[in-house]
């Protein structure tokens, strides 16, 4: 009787943990909406599985603002977040609505990034009324790859003769570096293609740079330096 209780446990499980898999980013929305109620601002889809219609397969990366974020909010949450997570997507950014309009200046590249990609799932569209100045994006990007630059040397100088660190590392930080490579685009008033690849070559041929063997860690560290570089000259030389 045992073995059967503990056949039958095996099998609800099995077909809750199937159920969990299956659950997509409309389900996911739905859940959260009904959760949150009216306190939900927006909840959006962004990155690969936005630019690519039907992505079920990219990275389900989401973005939730809410009225405001107290005990409330987070325990209404629990419940779908943790669902969600058990399916194997990411949980989501969370925002009060006041913080993402004042982020617009600090997060300059995530607001255009999210921007360019994004789907919105539930509630209002929140680039409403919100702009985001091209010097703020600037002075992110020069940030960000200067302290990129900086940790690749850092990497580069500790393990220079163990070749799979270092790809471990360009691996790591490759997803990054196409962020800030659209950004660069942007600012230069060009659109940043969908495709990786297409992306690469494009924003090569701007800045200077191999497009190919960029898996390679000498030419990757040689491309985020000629883009640190590059960037440094818009600011003495802005459109």
């Known amino acids: 009787m045992g073995s059967e209780a503990e056949a ?10 199937s159920d969990m898999a299956r659950m997509t980013v409309e389900n996911f929305a739905t859940r959260v909406g009904e959760a949150l ?24 990366n989401t973005l939730l603002i809410v009225d405001r974020v107290d005990v409330d909010v987070l325990a209404r949450l629990g419940a779908p977040v943790q669902d969600w997570v058990k399916a ?4 989501p950014l969370v925002f009060a609505d006041q913080e993402w309009r004042d982020s617009a200046d600090a997060f300059a590249i995530e607001h255009e990034d999210i921007r360019e990609s994004h789907r919105v799932l539930a509630g209002r569209n929140p680039w409403t009324g919100l702009t985001v100045r091209r010097e703020d994006v600037r002075r992110q990007l020069e940030h960000e790859l200067i302290g990129k630059l900086v940790h690749l040397r850092q990497a580069y100088v500790a393990d220079w003769n163990r070749p799979k660190r270092l790809a471990d590392v360009v691996r790591g930080t490759r997803a990054g570096f196409l ?8 600012l230069a008033g060009r659109t940043p293609s ?14 200077g740079f ?29 459109s």
């Open 210 to 238: 191999a497009s190919d063997g960029l898996t390679e860690p000498a030419a990757y560290l040689d491309a985020v330096t000629r883009t640190a570089e590059y960037v440094n000259r818009m600011e003495r030389n802005p």
């Open 8 to 17: 039958a446990f095996r099998a609800v499980e099995r077909e809750e943990n």
């Open 179 to 186: 962020t800030m490579l659209r950004a660069v685009l942007r």
């Open 194 to 207: 969908a495709d990786s690849a297409a992306l690469l070559r494009d924003a090569a041929a701007l800045i």
């Open 37 to 60: 109620g009216a306190r939900l601002v927006a909840l959006v889809l962004y990155g690969s599985a936005a630019r690519e219609q039907g992505g079920e397969s990219q990275a389900m």
């Open 88 to 91: 194997n997507h990411p949980p």
